[in-house]
């Protein structure tokens, strides 16, 4: 279910973010939040489970599945951090190996195991032992001088990256974690190395995408003059605007091309 903001948590529910919030845990309830984009995703895994690590520590288990890129694994390292359970889906048999990888990359979690292995552990869990800890099923008051509407770290925690936000294009900063290099910008807005160069190839994209329409505007317009110019008579005016037309269709065609070839490379395509 999508949980309402401020409601408590209950046993036996499963939760799910609602579009365009981040689903962050506070003590007994869950708190939604339209806070700045993480790894440009809202709601982002990477929230959720820092706030679960800041306020349950180690009653937490967090378990990082299939999927693209890493939003998830700066979070299941916190809870590791935070004597909680980082569990990550063997990549050999996830349908999107990449994120589990990268976790895997960034850190040691406690286990790397099937799906089938997963479950089981997840219902063995209350009450028992693992990695040297304990699971811990009495409550404990979670302290933290952090706001609930701020999910994001002081961006002084590292320096200056020379870097733009995709999101916002406010300066960028770089924020050490471990293996793990996090960017964060004035904002808030968060991006782990990996979901940065992936948001400024979709930044590259659009301008490209931008830059031909502007162009295939600009032929049109001078298409329009020519027409007027050959209509006044003025040949050699109508046929300067021919001669740039050609210019833009080729510069077009470029443009065109280099699309394709991003499109393909995206896509697997790429020969």
């Known amino acids: 279910m999508h949980p309402k903001n401020g409601a408590p948590i209950r046993p036996g529910h499963v939760y799910v973010a609602p579009p365009d919030y981040h689903l962050v845990l506070e003590p007994d309830v869950i708190r939604l939040v339209h806070g700045p984009k993480e790894n440009g995703h809202r709601p982002a895994i990477d929230a959720m489970f820092r706030s679960a690590a800041k306020s349950y520590g180690d009653r937490v288990a967090g378990v990082l599945l299939t999927g693209y890129l890493d939003d998830g694994v700066a979070g299941l390292q ?23 990888r990268n976790a895997l990359l ?46 994001a770290v002081e961006p002084t925690a590292g320096p200056l990256a020379a870097l733009a936000c995709p999101e916002c294009h406010g300066p960028l ?77 080729k510069h077009a065609k470029v443009l065109r091309d280099i699309l394709e070839q991003i499109g393909n490379t995206a896509n697997g395509l790429a020969a």
């Open 78 to 100: 916190e809870i590791q951090r935070n004597c909680g359970l980082s569990i990550v889906q063997d990549p050999n048999e996830a349908t999107y190996p990449e994120m589990p």
């Open 106 to 151: 960034a850190f040691q979690p406690d286990h790397c195991l099937p799906l089938e292995q997963i479950e089981r552990l997840l219902a063995h869990l209350p009450n028992s032992a693992f990695g040297g800890r304990t699971m811990k099923v009495k409550k404990r008051a979670a302290k933290s001088s952090r706001s609930r509407d701020r999910i």
């Open 173 to 249: 900063w770089q924020i050490p974690e471990g293996k793990l290099t996090r960017y964060q910008c004035l904002v808030g807005h968060r991006y782990s190395l990996v979901s940065l160069v992936a948001a400024h190839s979709e930044e590259l994209e659009s301008a490209l995408w931008i830059a031909l329409r502007v162009l295939e505007e600009r032929i049109t317009l001078q298409r329009r003059l020519a027409e007027r110019s050959r209509d006044k008579g003025r040949s050699h005016g109508g046929q300067l605007f021919q001669d740039r037309i050609a210019d833009n269709l």
